[in-house]
T-cell receptor
Framework: AQKVTQAQTEISVVEKEDVTLDCVYE???????LFWYKQPPSGELVFLIR??????QNEISGRYSWNFQKSTSSFNFTITASQVVDSAVYFC?????????????FGKGTLLTVNP | DTEVTQTPKHLVMGMTNKKSLKCEQH?????MYWYKQKAKKPPELMFV???????INESVPSRFSPECPNSSLLNLHLHALQPEDSALYLC??????????????FGPGTRLTVL
């Protein structure tokens, strides 16, 4: 069965600090996809990244970077030089190619608060 | 453009009312989804439409009735709801049907309050 664990329930940082959000997953499938979504207070889930299990290259997009390590089943997300606008709940999610169709398994989310 | 729109943004209804939520996408996506999200929880899948046909119903009570009039539109009809149904209702779409591995793009949601 697939499972996603985001152990950090809440994180609070001061603007310009770097922050890493952890995501650990469990799956029996060899082909799977990992996602990160951002949910600001307005409610919309904003897609950030999709990564398949065969692509272990780390990714950087502006102040955002992702570290995918199959050896530790982790897909961590780092925000560099955080800003107040980064305040949101961040969800990590997993889907298996051979799993239940349509099923995205979400972690419980990490609430990030960036204080000015 | 990866936009999914939802109306209304907010809805307050009594337990005897009938109302509908609407979702629209013009990306040519073949799968559309309804999720329910309670405060401080991740979204929970309710329904999936694949090529305009209902393919997944996650044991949702019959007071929630989905409808897909065409490939761009998804409705959720509400009737005789309970206060515990108060939540954020999110619509999503993805390019291909029959797989969860495509990116799902979410709308802004409808905040529903049942009195």
């Amino acid at each position: 069965a697939q499972k996603v664990t985001q152990a950090q329930t809440e994180i609070s940082v001061v603007e310009k600090e770097d922050v890493t959000l952890d995501c650990v997953y469990e799956t029996r499938d060899t082909t799977y996809y990992l996602f990160w979504y951002k949910q600001p207070p307005s409610g919309e889930l904003v897609f950030l990244i999709r990564r398949n299990s065969f692509d272990e290259q780390n990714e950087i997009s502006g102040r955002y970077s992702w570290n995918f390590q199959k050896s530790t089943s982790s897909f961590n997300f780092t925000i560099t030089a955080s800003q107040v606008v980064d305040s949101a709940v961040y969800f990590c999610a997993l889907s298996e190619l051979g799993g239940s169709n349509y099923k995205l398994t979400f972690g419980k989310g990490t609430l990030l608060t960036v204080n000015p | 453009d990866t936009e999914v729109t939802q109306t209304p943004k907010h809805l307050v209804m009594g337990m005897t009312n009938k109302k509908s939520l609407k979702c629209e996408q013009h990306m040519g996506h073949r799968a559309m989804y309804w999720y329910k999200q309670k405060a401080k929880k991740p979204p929970e899948l309710m329904f999936v439409y694949s090529y305009e046909k209902l393919s997944i119903n996650e044991s949702v009570p019959s007071r929630f009735s989905p409808e897909c009039p065409n490939s761009s539109l998804l409705n959720l009809h509400l009737h005789a709801l309970q206060p515990e149904d108060s939540a954020l209702y999110l619509c999503a779409s993805s390019r291909r049907a029959g797989t969860s591995t495509d990116t799902q793009y979410f709308g802004p949601g409808t905040r529903l309050t049942v009195l």
